[in-house]
C-alpha cells in the first residue's frame, strides 16, 4: 500500500481504497472488501443486535468473518464486528491481542487476510503519538495532505474546536503532549469522518490532561456524530465514554457489554463498578479489597500487565489490583 503514515493520521479520500487479499479496491461511498465466496450468507449470519437506539440507524462499519494473518500468526480470527453510524464503542483486549490490527484494518492502513469489511469512506484516525511533522505549524499538520479551500480558515476553525486556536502558528516541538494531541484531533475533525479510530489517544497523557480530553472528546462526538472506536487499555475510559465497550481475545470480540448509564456517567455508581468488574475480569484481573497491610496485588512482575489493564485513580481507589495466570 503505497498511502503513508501521517497521512493516515487523517485518512482522506484518496485513502478510503481497502484492498483485499488479491489486491482489488473500490472507492464506492461505502468501500466494501471481499473476498468470500459467499459474502451474502455470511451477511446473514446472526450477531450482537445493535443496542436498541441505534436499531434504526445504519451500520458504520459491518466485518464479517475478518482473518487477518502475519506469516504464521493469525491475529484476528474470523472476528465480526458491528459498529452503528454515531455509535461511540470502546475496544479493550490484552497487549497483543490485535486492537492496532483491526483499528489498522479498518482504517485502510493494512490489507486483511479475508473476510467482508464495509466502512464509511471518511474516516480518520488519532494514534497514541500525535504523528505530528515537526518542519509544519500547527495549523499546516490540520490541513495535512489534504487540498482544501480557504485552508487556513478551516483549519483554524478545527483548531478552536479542540481550543488551540491560540497556537495555531505553534511549530509542534513547542506543544504539549495534550495540545499536539489536540492537534491531531482537529485534524481529524477536519476531515469530516463518519468513523473516528482512536488508538489509545490519550495513553500518553498525565491524568488530568486525560480526564479534560475525555470531555473533549465527547463534546466533537456529539456535534459532529461520527460514529467512534475508541482502543483503550483503560476500564474507567471505556466505560465513562462508551456506548458499547467490546473485548477483543484470541482474534475474537468475546464480550460485547452494552453501557446503558446515562452521561455524564459517575464512576461511583453501583452501575459503574459492576460494568467495571465485569470488565477487569475479562481482562484477566482480579479485583481484590485493599490489604490491610497495604500489599499492591502481585506486585512488579506484573507492573506491565496492570499498567495495560489500568484501574488507578481517580476511580475505586479502595481496590488492589492482581494480574490473573494464565
Ligand atoms: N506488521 C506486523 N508484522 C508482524 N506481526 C505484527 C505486525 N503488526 C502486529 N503484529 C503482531 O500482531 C499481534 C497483535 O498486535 P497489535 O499491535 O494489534 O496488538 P494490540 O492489541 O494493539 O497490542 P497493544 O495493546 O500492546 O497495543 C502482536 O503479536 C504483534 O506482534
Ligand atoms: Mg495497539
Known sequence: MQTMEFDLAGA??????????????????????????????IKRAAWPLPPADAASSPAAVQARRLSKRF??????????????????????????????????????????????????????????????????????????????????????????????????????????????????????????PQLLLLDEPFAALDALTRIRMHQLILTLWRRHRPAVLLVTHDVDEAVLLADRVLVLEQGRIVADITIAQPRPRSAERGEFQRVRSQLLQLLGVDLEPAAADGAAGNGDDHADDADHARADAPFAPSFNLSIARS
Open 71 to 192: 506469516g504464521a500468526n493469525l491475529i484476528l480470527d474470523q472476528l465480526n464486528i458491528d459498529i452503528g453510524a454515531g455509535e461511540f464503542v470502546a475496544l479493550l483486549g490484552r497487549s497483543g491481542s490485535g486492537k492496532t490490527t483491526l483499528l489498522r484494518a479498518l482504517a485502510g492502513l493494512d490489507r486483511i487476510t479475508s473476510g467482508t469489511l464495509d466502512v464509511p469512506q471518511a474516516r480518520a484516525a488519532v494514534f497514541q503519538e500525535p504523528r505530528l511533522m515537526p518542519w509544519k505549524r500547527a495549523w499546516r499538520n490540520v490541513t495535512l495532505g489534504m487540498k482544501l479551500e480557504r485552508t487556513r480558515e478551516r483549519a483554524l476553525q478545527a483548531l478552536e474546536e479542540v481550543g488551540l486556536a491560540h497556537r495555531e502558528n505553534a511549530w509542534p516541538a513547542t506543544l504539549s503532549g495534550g495540545e499536539a494531541q489536540r492537534v491531531a484531533l482537529a485534524r481529524a475533525l477536519l476531515r469530516e
Open 12 to 41: 482522506p479520500a484518496r485513502s478510503a481504497k481497502v484492498a483485499n487479499a488479491t489486491g482489488a479496491a473500490n472507492a464506492t461511498n461505502v468501500t466494501n472488501v471481499t473476498n468470500s465466496a459467499n459474502a451474502a450468507a
